[in-house]
């Protein structure tokens, strides 16, 4: 079993920055892929990144290409996702989540994860 703890979340302006982490337990989080997703009110939780087990992959939404950095600590059990540029439309809440790490491939990375932190809320406002 793999707990997830987000943290980080905020208010803050259009244009600022904001970095979220996502703490693990347990000894194999150096063989999970770790991802964040979002939800915004009203809508369907969508993907934004991913990295892969050793770090050398990542994958990022469109929407955030240029703007977000994931990376991971495996020393310290934590995956980060750097915000920058941050837009009104960026305001939801973040999940962080992870598996075990067989992917190879975007689609594989922006899907089916097992493992689901409780969330962190992202505001910007205008």
């Known amino acids: 079993q793999v707990q997830l703890v987000e943290s980080g979340g905020g208010l803050v302006q259009a244009g600022g920055s904001l970095r979220l982490s996502c703490a693990a337990s347990?000894?194999?989080?150096?063989?999970?892929?770790m991802g964040w997703f979002r939800q915004a009110p009203g809508k369907e939780r969508e993907f934004v990144a991913a990295i892969s087990w050793s770090g050398g992959r990542t994958y990022y939404a469109d929407s955030v290409k240029g703007r977000f950095t994931i990376s991971r600590d495996n020393a310290k059990n934590t995956v980060y996702l750097q915000m920058n540029s941050l837009k009104p439309e960026d305001t939801a809440v973040y999940y962080c989540?992870?598996?075990?790490?067989?992917?190879?491939?975007?689609?594989?990375?922006?899907?089916?994860?097992?493992?689901w932190g409780q969330g962190t809320q992202v505001t910007v406002s205008s």
């Open positions: 989540a992870s598996k075990w790490d067989s992917c190879s491939g975007y689609r594989c990375y922006a899907e089916k994860y097992d493992y």
């Open positions: 347990g000894r194999t989080f150096s063989s999970y892929a």
